[in-house]
């Protein structure tokens, strides 16, 4: 299946050939089920991207063919169906959520009136507040809360670029945005308005001296948005930046560590 993917990538003419639209549907159908995944952990733990999925996701899109479709008052024109049976996968969908085929929802997850784009993959455990959007081929562990108006971003192009990844037991305060492939570790907590990109100042300042990650929250911490110098020829100027202020307990309980966090370090989410 990859090589006929990456052949085709490199010689769009093949998207006429029965043999290339029947593998990149096939692709598409085993990432909805959650059997393929974008980006997935290697033995070493290191997330690997699997740029030629995101190469079949992109080719899917000139396939289909714009339709019209109802749901009541509703009328809707696009090239992509709806993911449906959440029943039956033991997903809760409170309307008006839509998750767009593509993507994988595994048991347990809520979905509240929110949005799930192809290639993403949400595991179990998680909730998608109200308003929350996850983006194309972003990754969502397990026990993740995504708060009210989090926007997770979307990373479909360039193939090789790593998407969003969101690791388990991490708490997204209230319109965060985390964007550009950033990286979000293990029961992290961002208090509510963070913005992490793939190029974001995130500051360590709970030492003597500043330890500065870029687009990457270490496990555990708490973060909440601030402010860092950065010269320009017109002169020196606040930018926003993110500050690490506090560790939440790995040792405690998930739910007891997390509201420690937050009732310690004083963090709205």
């Known amino acids: 299946m ?3 993917i990456d052949d ?4 769009r003419a093949r998207l006429n050939e029965k043999e290339v639209i029947e593998t990149i549907e096939e692709t598409v159908r085993l990432v909805d089920a ?31 063919k714009m339709e019209v479709s109802e749901s009541g008052i509703f009328q809707y024109h696009d ?15 409170v309307p008006p959520a839509t998750v767009r085929y593509g993507a994988f929802i595994a048991s347990g997850v809520i979905l ?19 308003w929350a959007t996850v983006g194309s081929c972003a990754q969502i562990g397990k026990d993740v809360h995504l708060s009210g108006g989090v926007g997770i971003g979307g990373v479909l192009e360039p193939a090789q670029a790593a998407p969003v990844i969101i690791e388990d037991g991490a ?20 208090g509510a308005g963070v913005t992490i990109t793939g190029s974001s100042k995130i500051i ?46 790995a040792s405690t309980d998930l739910k007891t560590s997390l509201n420690d966090a937050l009732r310690e370090n004083d963090l709205v989410v």
């Open 2 to 4: 990859q090589r006929i």
């Open 8 to 11: 085709a990538w490199e010689n």
């Open 34 to 64: 959650g059997e393929l995944r974008v980006a997935e952990k290697d033995s070493d733990g290191k997330w690997l991207t699997n740029d030629w999925i995101k190469k079949a996701i992109i080719m899917y899109f000139p396939l289909r």
């Open 79 to 93: 090239k992509m169906i709806l993911k449906r049976d959440f029943d039956k996968a033991g997903v809760r969908v």
């Open 112 to 130: 509240m009136p929110s949005y799930v784009n192809i290639g993403a993959y949400v595991d179990s455990g998680t909730m998608v507040d109200t």
């Open 171 to 190: 708490f997204i305060g209230s319109r965060c945005i985390v964007v550009e492939g950033a990286f979000i570790s293990k029961r992290a907590v961002l």
């Open 204 to 249: 360590d300042v709970t030492g003597s001296e500043p330890a500065i990650y870029k687009g990457f929250v270490p496990e555990d911490s708490v973060v909440i948005p601030g402010t860092t110098t950065k010269s320009f020829p017109a002169g020196d100027f606040q930018v926003p930046c993110a500050l690490i202020i506090g560790k939440r307990k």
